[in-house]
Structure formats: structure tokens, C-alpha cells
């Protein structure tokens, strides 16, 4: 295959199944891409939208940055997981609006089991560090 044949392939890897990267990866270690992609599957269709439903999601635990959150729709786009479109808006300029792929679908699956499966896993650290931090010393 040519170079510019690979340049042209679609990435079939799921997000959360990647490696790489700061923080272990798209998807592992970071949770902004998920949440990004849940948000535009909940119906969210523009940057703001997107970024206020990451907030109502995580009860304001996370405060998404706006250029992260767009340099995450650009990146689900290339992988193909989310597609957007120009929409003339009537109180303003034209702003892209984004939707979920059935790929896009499939990788919040592999992402919704991923994180429970994180959270799980975090619990019982938590809940060792609790006990352990419960019981008396020896000394």
C-alpha cells in the first residue's frame, strides 16, 4: 500500500482501545473525549452546547476548555466517529453543528464499558484505602 493510500485508510480502532499520547492515550487516562462524545450523542449539537452538557454531565465537576473541546470534535471527526455541518443560525453567524456516526455509537459503547469497568476498579481502591486507613496502628 502507498503512502498515500494509508493517508486515505479510516482508522478502525476504537478511541478508548488506543495507546499514545499524554495522559495514556485518548482514551485511556482522559475523559474529556468521551464525554465530548456522549454529549453529542444526548442530542448536544454545537461547541457550546457540548460544553455545557460536559459540565451538566459531570455534575461542574469537569469545566471543559473551549479549544479542547474543539480540537476533540476535530479528532473525533477525522476518526470518523462524529460529522458536522454549517447551519445558518437566525441570531448570529453560522455555526457547526455535530452528530453522532453509528461508528461514533459503537466506540461510547466500548468507552461506556471501559470507564465502568475504571470506576470498579477505583471503588475497590477506595474502599481498601478506607478500611486500611480505619484499623489501628501496631504500634
Given at each position: 500500500?502507498?503512502?498515500?493510500?494509508?493517508?486515505?485508510?479510516?482508522?478502525?480502532?476504537?478511541?478508548?482501545?488506543?495507546?499514545?499520547?499524554?495522559?495514556?492515550?485518548?482514551?485511556?487516562?482522559?475523559?474529556?473525549?468521551?464525554?465530548?462524545?456522549?454529549?453529542?450523542?444526548?442530542?448536544?449539537?454545537?461547541?457550546?452546547?457540548?460544553?455545557?452538557?460536559?459540565?451538566?454531565?459531570?455534575?461542574?465537576?469537569?469545566?471543559?476548555?473551549?479549544?479542547?473541546?474543539?480540537?476533540?470534535?476535530?479528532?473525533?471527526?477525522?476518526?470518523?466517529?462524529?460529522?458536522?455541518?454549517?447551519?445558518?443560525?437566525?441570531?448570529?453567524?453560522?455555526?457547526?453543528?455535530?452528530?453522532?456516526?453509528?461508528?461514533?455509537?459503537?466506540?461510547?459503547?466500548?468507552?461506556?464499558?471501559?470507564?465502568?469497568?475504571?470506576?470498579?476498579?477505583?471503588?475497590?481502591?477506595a474502599d481498601a484505602a478506607g478500611a486500611a486507613a480505619a484499623t489501628e496502628s501496631k504500634e
Amino acid at each position: 500500500m502507498s503512502a498515500s493510500e494509508e493517508e486515505h485508510q479510516p482508522n478502525t480502532e476504537r478511541c478508548c482501545e488506543r495507546g499514545g499520547g499524554r495522559g495514556g492515550g485518548r482514551g485511556r487516562g482522559g475523559v474529556l473525549e468521551p464525554a465530548v462524545l456522549a454529549s453529542v450523542a444526548a442530542g448536544g449539537t454545537h461547541g457550546y452546547d457540548l460544553i455545557r452538557q460536559v459540565e451538566a454531565i459531570t455534575g461542574g465537576a469537569m469545566i471543559a476548555d473551549p479549544g479542547g473541546v474543539y480540537r476533540v470534535l476535530r479528532r473525533l471527526e477525522e476518526d470518523g466517529l462524529v460529522v458536522s455541518s454549517w447551519v445558518e443560525s437566525e441570531a448570529g453567524p453560522q455555526r457547526r453543528e455535530y452528530d453522532i456516526t453509528d461508528d461514533g455509537r459503537d466506540a461510547l459503547r466500548a468507552w461506556a464499558q471501559q470507564l465502568s469497568d475504571r470506576a470498579r476498579v477505583f471503588q475497590a481502591i477506595a474502599d481498601a484505602a478506607g478500611a486500611a486507613a480505619a484499623t489501628e496502628s501496631k504500634e
